[in-house]
C-alpha cells in the first residue's frame, strides 16, 4: 500500500513526461481496440450479407455436392425430398439446382455454373424476380463482374451448352435480362441464374436440386436421407478465415504503436533508476528491502499503464462510439477478396474485447516496467548513496 | 558474542576491488560506543568515516572482521532483517539531505512511520512532535524544493528521529550548509542526544560539528589513531576535541 502511493505520487509527480508516455500507450490502446473494432464489425457485416444473400439459414445439400469440386456437379442432384419440398411450398426455402455449363461469348468458350432458381423465391436477397420466364427467351441473370470479364450486356444473347443426364450435350440460347450488381462473388463469378424449372426442364430433371436454402429464423427439421444439412456457422467458415486473414495485416500498427509506448517506458525506467539512486539509497537507509524498491518501480511502470487506460477511455471512447454509429468507409480492395460488407463498416465492440486489450496492455507494461529493475538488483546502497551505479 | 554495548566492532576491515587493485578502507579498526554517546569519527576524506557508517548502519557488509550493532551481528542479518533493524532504530543523516522529492516535510517524516505500520492516531502526533523538535511544524505541507538547505537537513533529522530510535548516524551533515544552520542542527541534534537518549556518531572533517561532540575518534587512512572524550562547548572539565 505505502509503495503504491508513493509509486502513484512518483508517477504524478513526474508531470507532462508521465502523460506523454501515457499518451503513447493510449495510442495503442485506441487504435488496437478500434482495429478489432472494425474486424469484428467487418465479420459481423459480411456475415449477414452472406446470409441474406447466399446461404439463408443454413442449406440442405445433396449429398455428393461439394462446392469445390465442380466435377461432382453431375452427380449432385437429386428430387426433392417430400418434407424439403414442403418448406419450399410453404416459402420457407428455395431449391437451387446446380450444373456444369458452357458459354461462347465472343466464340470463346468458358466453363460456367448454371444455377436455377424459383424467380418469386422470397428466401435470398437478390434480385431472381427479373428472370421470370414470360415464354419468349429464356432469361438469365448475372453477376455485373461476370458480365464485364465476358462483355455481356443487358439484352444481350448467349449461347448456353450442357450435359443431359445420358451425356449428349445439348445447346440453347439465353437473353441476358438482368445484369445485377453484387459484391457476393460467389453468386456473380462464372455463372449463370436462370428460372428453376427451365433448368430442370433443359438437363431433364424434373423437380430435382442440388441444394435448398432455409429461409432465416425457421428451425431446421432433420434432413432427410441422401441429404446434409450444414448450418450458418459451416457456410460461413471460409469467409470467417478471409476476413481474420484480412486482419492480420493491420495488426503490424498495432504492434508498432504499442512498440514505441513500451519502448517509452522501458526508457523512462532506465532514466529513473539512474537518476534517482541516491534516492534508492535513501529508500534503502530508511528501511526498504530491495524486493520493496523493485516493487516501487515496477508499480510505478505499471501505472502508465493504468493512466494510458483512463486516458484511452477519456478520447478513445467517445471516438470509438462515434465511430460505431457513423461508420467507416469500407477500404478499396476488400470487395476484390470477396468479402461483401456494404458501403460502409459499422466496428462492432464488445466489452471482452475491451477488457481483454486492457488487460493485455496492463500486464506488458507491467512487465516491460519490471525488465530494467534488475539493474536496481545489482545496485549496492552505499553505491548508490554515493551516486555512483554498482 | 553480543553484549550490552550499542556498537562493538572488532578487527573491521573493508576492502574495495578497485579495477585490478584494491583499497583498504578500514584495516583492523576495533571500536566500541555505549548508548548515549556524542561521538564523531574525525579524518581527511578517504579516510574510511563513510565506510564505518556504512558498516554499522547494515548498508554494508566488512571483509572481515565482525560488528555487532544493538546486540545483532551485522554480517548475519539476512536483506530483510537489516532493513527491519534500520527501519525500527537506526537513524541516517545524509551530507545532500536526501529527503524524498514527492513528497512534503510532512510526509517525508511520516514515511518511516508508515513502513512501521504504526497507527495513524499516533502517527500524526509523533510527526508533529519531530516536526517540533527541529522547529519546523509550521513548514509541514513544504516540498522540499520549497526548503533552504538548512531546513531540508532539519526535516531530514525530524525524519531520522521520529522514530526515536536508540541510534543516529549523521555522514558530513554540515558539509552543504552554511556556519548559522549548522550550529543549528548540531545543537537540535545536541538536543535530541539528551532528551531522547539517542546515541549520535557522525562522520565529519568539520571544525563546527568537531567543536559538538564528546568523544573524538581520529581516522587515518582506515586505521584509528585516536580516540579521546572531550568537552564539548561551553562545558567544564575535559580539554576541548
Ligand atoms: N564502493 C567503493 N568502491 C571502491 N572504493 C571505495 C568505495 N567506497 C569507498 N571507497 C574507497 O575507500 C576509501 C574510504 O572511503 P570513505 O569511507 O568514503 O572515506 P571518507 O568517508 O572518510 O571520506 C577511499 O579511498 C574510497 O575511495
Ligand atoms: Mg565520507
Known sequence: ?390 | MADDKLIRAENLVKIFPMGSSQVTALSQVTLSFQTGEFAGLVGPSGSGKTTFLNIVGTLDAPSSGSAFVLGREVESLSHREAAGLRNRSIGFIFQTFNLLPVYTAYENVEFPLLLLKTPAAQRRKMVMDALDWVGLADRARSRPPQLSGGESQRVAIARAMVKRPPLLLADEPTANLDAENSHHILQTMEKLNRQLATSFLFATHDEKVIGYLRRKITLVDGRVTRDENCRPRGAEGTEPC
Open chain 1, 1 to 390: 500500500m505505502l509503495t503504491l502511493r508513493l509509486a502513484l505520487r512518483n508517477v504524478l509527480g513526474t508531470g507532462i513526461r508521465a502523460w506523454l508516455n501515457a499518451l503513447i500507450i493510449s495510442l495503442a490502446l485506441v487504435v488496437a481496440t478500434w482495429n478489432q473494432g472494425l474486424v469484428s464489425g467487418m465479420d459481423e457485416q459480411a456475415a449477414q450479407a452472406a446470409q441474406a444473400i447466399e446461404f439463408g439459414g443454413g442449406q440442405y445439400w445433396q449429398e455428393k455436392y461439394d462446392p469445390f469440386d465442380p466435377l461432382t456437379l453431375d452427380e449432385a442432384h437429386a428430387p426433392l425430398p417430400p418434407a424439403l419440398q414442403a418448406l419450399v411450398d410453404d416459402g420457407r426455402a428455395a431449391a437451387v439446382l446446380v450444373l456444369q455449363g458452357s458459354i461462347y461469348p465472343r466464340g470463346r468458350m468458358r466453363s460456367i455454373l448454371l444455377k436455377g432458381i424459383d424467380p418469386g423465391q422470397p428466401i435470398l436477397d437478390f434480385p431472381t424476380a427479373k428472370i421470370t420466364a414470360d415464354g419468349g427467351e429464356l432469361p438469365a441473370l448475372i453477376g455485373g463482374r461476370f458480365a464485364k470479364a465476358v462483355g455481356l450486356a443487358r439484352g444481350d444473347s448467349v449461347t448456353l451448352r450442357w450435359r443431359e443426364p445420358g451425356g449428349a450435350f445439348n445447346a440453347q440460347d439465353a437473353a441476358v435480362a438482368h445484369v445485377m450488381s453484387t459484391t457476393v462473388a460467389s453468386i456473380d463469378s462464372n455463372q449463370l441464374w436462370l428460372p428453376l424449372a427451365k433448368l430442370q426442364e433443359m438437363a431433364r430433371l424434373p423437380g430435382e436440386a442440388t441444394l435448398v436454402v432455409l429461409a432465416r429464423g425457421t428451425p431446421p427439421p432433420a434432413a432427410p436421407p441422401g441429404w446434409t444439412f450444414r448450418d450458418a456457422d459451416y457456410l460461413l467458415r471460409d469467409l470467417r478465415e478471409l476476413v481474420k486473414a484480412k486482419s492480420y495485416g493491420r495488426t503490424i500498427f498495432l504492434v508498432i504503436f504499442l512498440s514505441l509506448g513500451m519502448l517509452a517506458i522501458f526508457d523512462t525506467q532506465v532514466l529513473a533508476i539512474f537518476r534517482r539512486r541516491r534516492e534508492i539509497g535513501t529508500l534503502v537507509a530508511l528501511g526498504f528491502t530491495r524486493g520493496q524498491v523493485i516493487r516501487l518501480f515496477t508499480l510505478e511502470g505499471a501505472l502508465y499503464g493504468v493512466l494510458a487506460v483512463i486516458l484511452g477511455a477519456l478520447y478513445g471512447l467517445p471516438l470509438l462510439w462515434l465511430q460505431a454509429r457513423a461508420g467507416f468507409p469500407v477500404p478499396a480492395g476488400t470487395e476484390d477478396m470477396g468479402i461483401s460488407i456494404g458501403e460502409r463498416i459499422y466496428p462492432a465492440y464488445s466489452a471482452g474485447l475491451i477488457l481483454g486489450i486492457v488487460l493485455v496492455s496492463l500486464l506488458v507494461t507491467t512487465v516491460v516496467s519490471l525488465l530494467p529493475t534488475r539493474r536496481i538488483a545489482r545496485l549496492k546502497p552505499t553505491d548508490a548513496l554515493r551516486g555512483r551505479m554498482s
